[in-house]
C-alpha cells in the first residue's frame, strides 16, 4: 500500500491510498479517485512525498569509517581510546 497526498482542481488536499504506485497512476489517470471535499474527479497528486512505512532509522555508524589515532583527529573520535598514546 502506497500513500498519496492528492491535490483537486479545487485546491482541496487530501490523502488516498493505492495498492501501488502503478495503480496509483492508473486510477488518477481514469479519473476513478474523486475529491472528498467536492466530489471532482480532477485530481492530481500533490506536492507532498508520498509516506511508505515509517520514518527510517539514521544510522551514525558509517561517519567514522577508520580512525588512524591522534595523529588522525588529536583523539576527537570516539573510536580512539582515551590512553591511546
Ligand atoms: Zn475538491
Redesign the pocket.
Known amino acids: 500500500m502506497i500513500r498519496y497526498a492528492l491535490e ?1 482542481e ?1 485546491e ?1 488536499v487530501f490523502q488516498h491510498w493505492f495498492d501501488s504506485i502503478s495503480a496509483a497512476d492508473a486510477e488518477l489517470a481514469g479519473g476513478q479517485v474523486a ?1 472528498p ?2 466530489g ?1 474527479h480532477a485530481v492530481r497528486k500533490s506536492l507532498m512525498a508520498p509516506s511508505i512505512g515509517g520514518p527510517k532509522a539514521v544510522s551514525s555508524s558509517e561517519m567514522l569509517p577508520s580512525c588512524a589515532g591522534p595523529s588522525c583527529c588529536a583523539g576527537a573520535c570516539p573510536a580512539v581510546s582515551p590512553d591511546f598514546g
Open positions: 483537486c479545487h482541496h475529491c471535499t467536492c471532482s
